[in-house]
């Protein structure tokens, strides 16, 4: 007993030193043991969850961006399909205005040497009714182009779903 007795007067004259670290000691416990963690809110500001709310919490928000990224998908897809037939449409165009100026160069070319020959006096039957051959064919070929143009308009409307192509 004399032993105990000496250790606790060493303990009271060092009071100061064996109180502050069982102090602090006791915090650390009570903090990392007895207190609950917290961390800020995903969705709501100001507002400390625990893990298990802030788990639940994650679920939600991820859920929610899975979904804004589908939707964000089905819209790219949308877009991609509108940029495809614009490029199309581009394309038929261009090549429309194409044979158009094509059918027009042979035109002016056929007036041209018609009028050359009108103009030395070398009309002839035969020159004439070639002259009208040709002219018929190109008025054939612009009444042919235009006529599937028309057809691949009612085409496109009918596989659009419309239905009112005529």
């Given at each position: 007993?004399?032993?105990?007795?000496?250790?606790?007067?060493?303990?009271?004259?060092?009071?100061?030193?064996?109180?502050?670290?069982?102090i602090?000691?006791?915090?650390?416990f009570?903090?990392?043991?007895?207190?609950?963690?917290?961390?800020?809110?995903?969705?709501?500001p100001g507002?400390?969850?625990?893990?298990?709310?802030?788990?639940?919490?994650?679920?939600f928000v991820?859920?929610?961006?899975?979904?804004?990224?589908?939707?964000?998908?089905?819209?790219?897809?949308?877009?991609?399909?509108?940029?495809?037939?614009?490029?199309?449409?581009?394309?038929?165009g261009?090549?429309?205005?194409?044979?158009?100026?094509?059918r027009?160069?042979?035109?002016?070319?056929?007036s041209?040497?018609?009028?050359?020959?009108?103009?030395?006096?070398?009309?002839t039957?035969?020159?004439?009714?070639?002259?009208?051959?040709?002219?018929g064919?190109?008025?054939?070929?612009v009444?042919?182009?235009?006529?599937?143009?028309?057809?691949?308009?009612?085409?496109?409307e009918?596989?659009?779903g419309n239905?009112n192509?005529t």
């Amino acid at each position: 007993m004399n032993w105990l007795t000496g250790f606790l007067k060493s303990i009271d004259h060092n009071r100061g030193s064996v109180i502050g670290p069982l102090i602090a000691v006791l915090v650390i416990f009570f903090v990392t043991i007895g207190c609950t963690s917290t961390t800020p809110s995903l969705m709501s500001p100001g507002e400390v969850l625990s893990r298990d709310a802030f788990d639940r919490e994650v679920i939600f928000v991820e859920g929610e961006m899975a979904a804004e990224r589908s939707q964000i998908e089905a819209a790219l897809v949308t877009y991609n399909l509108r940029l495809e037939t614009l490029h199309k449409q581009i394309e038929t165009g261009y090549a429309s205005l194409n044979e158009k100026d094509l059918r027009a160069a042979k035109f002016i070319k056929v007036s041209g040497a018609l009028a050359t020959t009108v103009a030395t006096g070398g009309i002839t039957a035969p020159g004439v009714i070639a002259a009208l051959l040709t002219l018929g064919s190109v008025g054939y070929g612009v009444g042919k182009g235009y006529d599937n143009r028309r057809k691949d308009g009612v085409i496109t409307e009918l596989k659009a779903g419309n239905g009112n192509a005529t």
